[in-house]
């Protein structure tokens, strides 16, 4: 039996057919790939900042460092700041659309449970970055963070697995700094991989 059109991921790069429907800019507004966009300029910034920026208590001063002394270093800290800001709206627009549009129907059930686990690590992610900046403001945020934590059932186990040892005058660890950079930011791009995949596989996105 031949292989189906879209069961690839070579062929979800170049599909041979899809639905006129779903060129239309109304069918979608472009938001699920202004997120992507969004996580690309994330990551390539994120790339740049990992060799100067240090967790910890270091953490504020290395930031300060860098908008100071690296060239286009404080560029560079907007763009990875507003880009962050910007994944976070759009994706929540996009999933606005998608409740809009009735596309979480038929065979879209489960890639719209993987859309609302995105939606959760986006939060996580910009949540988790303001903890970086270090200095009061993050660790009033994190003592918040770990308060709701602790209310749920088992939170205070995961409490210490995500926040470490934070302080209230300083929210970035070691801990938060790894979720952030490797576990969270890796589990959301392998997610983006797959929910694109999906759609196309499922014919494409539904339009309006």
């Known amino acids: 039996m031949g292989k189906q059109a879209g069961s690839s991921f070579l062929e979800h790069i170049r599909p041979r057919r899809i639905k006129l429907g779903a060129l239309q800019l109304r069918a979608t507004f472009c938001l699920g790939g202004f997120s992507f966009l969004a996580f690309i300029v994330l990551t390539i910034t994120g790339v740049i900042l990992l060799f100067y920026y240090q967790p910890g208590d270091k ?50 059930e489960f890639n719209w449970i993987t859309g609302v686990i995105l939606l959760g690590l986006t939060v996580i992610l910009d949540y988790s970055g303001y903890l970086l900046r270090g200095g009061q403001e993050s660790g009033a945020a994190s003592s918040v963070g770990q308060t709701l934590l602790k209310a749920l059932p088992g939170g205070k186990g995961w409490a210490a697995i995500f926040f470490g040892q934070s302080s209230p005058v300083n929210g970035s660890t070691l801990d938060i700094f790894v979720w952030h950079v490797f576990i969270l930011a890796g589990i959301a791009g392998f997610l983006q991989m797959y929910h694109f995949w999906r759609i196309r596989k499922d014919g494409g996105v539904r339009p309006l």
């Open 59 to 108: 953490a504020f001063a290395s930031l300060s460092e860098i908008d100071s002394a690296l060239p286009y270093g404080g560029l560079i800290r907007s763009l990875h700041f507003w880009s962050g800001q910007m994944m976070v709206i759009s994706v929540f627009l996009h999933m606005i659309r998608v409740v809009w549009s009735k596309a979480y129907r038929s065979l879209s």
